[in-house]
Every structure is written in structure tokens, then in C-alpha cells.
């Protein structure tokens, strides 16, 4: 198999091709190409391979069992194979480009752990010192690519051309490419700032190297495919994607965590949610919306699931009858988005993380608060807050009877007491101390909170100034309420703290691709 660039290509890009006979399908005619970019590929050669056609483009038109990935650079055509998909080749060359994690460095041979986005393989070259007065042409191009290689340092991007070879006694994949040329795109400094052993903070200071190990960049193409398979759940049955503003002329929950910035003459807030925007959609007669959005807190908590700034999950629907409703569509959502993930992802979650996820079985268990917090002091711990809700040792201690009683990680906590939800949450016909509403518990911690909303008017304006809220604050509201709307009600879920118990993980930095927290700006 044939993948490689004629001496055209390498003039045009600037390389220098240096030859090494150990090859014996590589083709380089002209071994005297000084570099011009700045960049220089050093490798092997023999004159037995086919020449590139006059275009300059290498001869792709024998199938190949994957992809690869074809990018213009210059007037050079690169094909690139991802690492994932060497496996099913037969041996023979093929184009590799990543970072290096390794080097071995031996006195005969040389072995490099090369990585991409999608997986490692291992590279090797037989290692050419000591040359004697006299050497060939071939014999130093092989003496140079050593020396390059035995430089290489972590974190290097190269682009390698060689031989595929499987091997089964290869530990990695049970293949490996013997190097016929090898460019380095952009060199690393011989000493990176984080280690194994370094400490979260550290590791955050340098996100986007921490970010190279596999098992945080499988943290995002877990993110990637729950969140394709939340779009999917609901375009499927008809819920319209919404984008709404992060720019506020109120707050849209508590004053206590606003963000608030000059706006020309005005002041502005950011969004602590999109409640009233997607809330908004219901008289407009969307019926089923969502969005997937950041949201901000001006929330002082250091703990490991609490940001300033995160990523907020929301749906809402029209026509409900209670809170039921909204519960019956979270579960099914989740079921299916976890199942999805599991799907596709489930042997490399094992691997990294030890977490065996399955789709989670419906429905989930509901228990009112009332009795959640008398199975929590039964189980003898007295709840220490003094507003009826619960603090997150109870909510470890629910979930854990849940788990042992009902087999499930997931437990609605409903009708929540009236003193400690918005205002906006509609309350129980003939008991209005308690309300159409739930927190979702995941893994022993809270997700996400649901409700069905209070849409008539009078009663909602009641509401508010019981809350101590002024109906002129929230005129632009209001008057979403006196045009006629329909009974409705949704939830708001952190995309971030589902990933963070999904794959059993401390903290929600971790889940967070750039974490943002009372004293974090940067990077």
C-alpha cells in the first residue's frame, strides 16, 4: 500500500529527504533538496517503488478498509491515517501524524509511542551511529533520522511515513510502523510543567496538556456522544432547540449569586438560567423546547461540583398535568442518553475509570421529601439544616438505601416545601405548602431540579411578592402569563456534574473542559 509524497511535494513544502536503504517501497529520486520552510523530513528511501504521478499526489485508489483524513497544505496533498483505524490495513505504508508520548532510545533500535486523537501505535527504527569515514548517502540520512529521533521530545508533533506491520508480540495494538520518514511539525520544550503526580489545580493551570491524556479526552467524546443522544431524543419527538439570551435586564433566580456588569447605561446581568426565556416559548406555542447552554453563578462554594460558570441542560413542554409529566420525560431522556453512551463507549469507560455503565432501568424511584429525610434520620443522621431540604450527606445516604433497596442510581426527591422553591413553581391543589416539584438524584448527588410551573397569572403575581418580589420587577415576565399560555413545566440539569457521576469522577473539573470557579479566570 502506497501513501507517500514525491520529491516534488517536498520541494514545494520546503522538506529535505534524506535516503536509507532499510525500506524497500519508499521512493525518493532526489536526495539533495535543501529545506526552504523551516521544516525538515529525514527518512529512508529505495528506487524501487513506483514515482508519484506528474500531479504530485500519492495513488489512493486502491480501497482501503477505513477513512483516512486527506488535508491541502501548500500544494501537497496529506493523507493521513487516524491510529484507530491501522488495524485493519494490510502491512504496508501508511501516513501517521501526532504527538510523541515516548521514546526509547536503545543502542540498536528505537521505539516511539506515537499518539493521536483517536488511539497510540508504536513506531520503530533501526538505529544507525557511529558512522566510518566513507559512509554512503543512504547511510547518513539513516545516521540523521536516529539522531532526530533520540531528540525527540515529549509532546513533539511529527508526521511519520512507514511500513505497517502487524506483529502480535507488539503489547501495543499488535502493530507497529518501521519509519521511512519523519517530519517534526512543531518541537516541544525537553520539560513539560505537569506530571502524573501533579495536583488538580496544576494540571488545570495546564489544561490544554492535561487534556492529552486519554482518559480526558475520552471525558469528551463521552460529553460529545450524550449530548448528540440528548438532540436526538427530543428532534425525534418534535422539541425545537432554542438559544437563548446570556444577557439579562433581571435576575432570573436569586439576587444573592448575579453576575452584574455595566451595560452602556444600564446595568446587565448574566443568565443564571434560561427559565424565563424557555418559559417564554410556552404562550408562543413551541409546546416542547430545548437548550444546551452555559449558565453563571456568582456562587462562592469550593467544592467539586458547584462552578461559576457551567453548562446547563434545560427542556420544557406544554400540557402537562403535573409534575409527573416532566419526571416520565427526564427518566426516559436520561435512559436513552446513558444507554447511548454505554453503547459506544462502554469497554473504555471500564478501562479508564472502573465504572461498568448500562442504561439505566425505568422508572426511576420517587420519594417524597417528607419520607427522604425520615429514611435518612432513621438510618441515624440528623440532617443539620433548618430549612427542610437536604445537605449532601443525606442526599449520599438516600441514594445509597435506594441503591440497596430498589437496585436503581436514581431517585426523584419530590414535593419540596414552598419556603424553599422559586416562586414560579406551582404549589399542591389543596395544600399549597408543598409543590408540583422534584430534585433528581444521581450517584448520591443532586442533578438537576424540575417542576411544573405556575401559569396563572393572579396566583403567580401572589407568589412572587410573597417571595418579597416586586410585580414591576418583572414586568417582561408577567407579561408572558396575560396573553393565555398553557400548563407547562421543564427542568435545568449540569451537563458537567451528570458526567462527573456517570464515570465516577471527584470533581467537576475534570468534566469541564475549561473549569471556571471563584478563583479561576485562566486558562
Not at 490495513?89 to 533500535?109: H, I, L, N, S, Y
Request: glycine share 8%; net charge negative.
Amino acid at each position: 500500500m502506497l501513501s507517500s509524497f514525491s520529491d516534488d511535494e517536498y520541494l514545494a513544502e520546503g522538506f529535505r529527504l534524506l535516503p536509507n536503504p532499510r525500506c524497500a517501497a519508499y521512493n525518493v529520486t532526489d536526495v539533495s533538496v535543501a529545506p526552504t520552510s523551516g521544516r525538515e523530513a529525514v527518512g529512508s528511501a529505495s528506487p524501487d517503488t513506483p514515482k508519484m504521478p506528474a500531479g504530485g499526489y500519492a495513488d489512493l485508489s486502491r480501497e482501503s478498509p477505513e477513512p483516512r483524513i486527506r488535508a491541502t497544505v501548500g500544494s501537497s496533498l496529506v493523507t493521513r491515517t487516524p491510529i484507530k483505524n491501522l488495524a485493519p490495513f494490510p502491512d504496508g505504508f501508511v501516513t501517521v501524524a501526532g504527538w510523541v508520548e515516548t521514546v526509547r532510545d536503545q543502542k540498536k533500535v528505537q521505539f516511539v509511542i506515537l499518539r493521536d486523537e483517536s488511539g497510540a501505535v508504536q513506531l520503530v527504527n533501526p538505529a544507525t551511529r557511529d558512522l566510518e569515514d566513507g559512509a554512503s548517502a543512504e547511510e547518513h540520512a539513516a545516521a540523521a533520522l536516529t539522531e532526530t529521533i533520540g531528540a525527540l521530545a515529549h509532546g513533539t508533533m511529527v508526521r511519520v511515513t512507514g511500513e505497517l506491520k502487524h506483529d502480535e508480540r507488539v503489547k501495543l495494538g499488535g502493530i507497529e510502523v518501521k519509519i521511512a520518514t519523519l517530519e517534526v511539525v512543531s518541537e516541544a520544550l525537553p520539560e513539560t510543567p505537569i506530571a502524573d503526580d501533579s495536583s488538580l489545580d496544576k494540571r488545570l493551570d495546564w489544561r490544554f496538556l492535561d487534556l492529552r491524556r486519554p482518559e480526558a479526552s475520552l471525558i469528551f467524546k463521552i460529553q460529545t456522544t450524550f449530548e448528540h443522544a440528548l438532540r436526538s431524543w427530543w428532534v425525534e419527538r418534535d422539541f425545537i432547540e432554542i438559544h437563548t439570551p446570556k444577557l439579562m435586564a433581571s435576575a432570573s433566580e436569586s439576587r444573592a449569586e448575579l453576575f452584574e456588569m455595566e451595560y452602556f447605561e444600564t446595568k446587565a446581568y448574566l443568565a443564571q438560567s434560561p427559565q424565563f426565556f424557555k418559559q417564554m416559548a410556552q404562550p408562543a406555542g413551541f409546546g416542547k423546547v430545548f437548550e444546551i447552554a452555559p449558565a453563571f453563578r456568582a456562587d462562592p462554594s469550593f467544592t467539586s461540583r458547584h462552578a461559576t460558570e457551567f453548562t446547563s441542560i434545560d427542556a420544557e413542554i406544554s400540557w402537562i398535568d403535573s409534575h409527573e409529566d416532566v419526571m416520565q420525560m427526564h427518566e426516559q431522556l436520561l435512559a436513552h442518553a446513558i444507554g447511548a453512551v454505554a453503547a459506544k463507549h462502554g469497554a473504555a469507560i471500564e478501562t479508564a475509570f472502573g465504572v461498568e455503565l448500562s442504561a439505566p432501568t425505568m422508572p426511576f424511584p420517587r420519594i417524597p421529601l417528607a419520607v427522604a429525610r425520615q429514611i435518612v434520620a432513621d438510618g441515624g443522621y440528623e440532617i443539620p439544616r433548618t430549612d427542610g431540604d437536604l445537605d449532601p450527606e443525606a442526599e449520599r445516604r438516600l441514594s445509597a438505601w435506594v441503591k440497596a433497596n430498589h437496585g436503581s442510581d436514581f431517585v426523584f426527591v419530590t414535593d419540596y416545601a414552598t419556603g424553599i422553591r422559586p416562586f414560579y413553581h406551582m404549589r399542591r391543589e389543596g395544600d399549597p405548602t408543598v409543590t408540583n416539584s422534584y430534585d433528581l438524584l444521581y450517584n448520591g448527588t443532586e442533578i438537576s431540579t424540575g417542576a411544573q410551573r405556575e401559569h396563572r397569572l393572579d396566583v403567580l403575581i401572589a407568589q412572587a411578592r410573597e417571595k418579597g418580589l416586586e410585580p414591576e420587577e418583572l414586568a417582561f415576565y408577567l407579561d408572558f402569563f396575560r396573553y393565555g399560555v398553557p400548563p407547562h413545566g421543564g427542568f435545568g440539569m449540569g451537563l458537567a456534574r451528570v458526567l462527573m457521576l456517570m464515570l465516577g469522577l471527584g470533581s467537576i473539573r475534570e468534566t469541564t473542559y475549561l473549569f471556571r470557579g471563584p478563583t479561576r479566570l485562566l486558562p
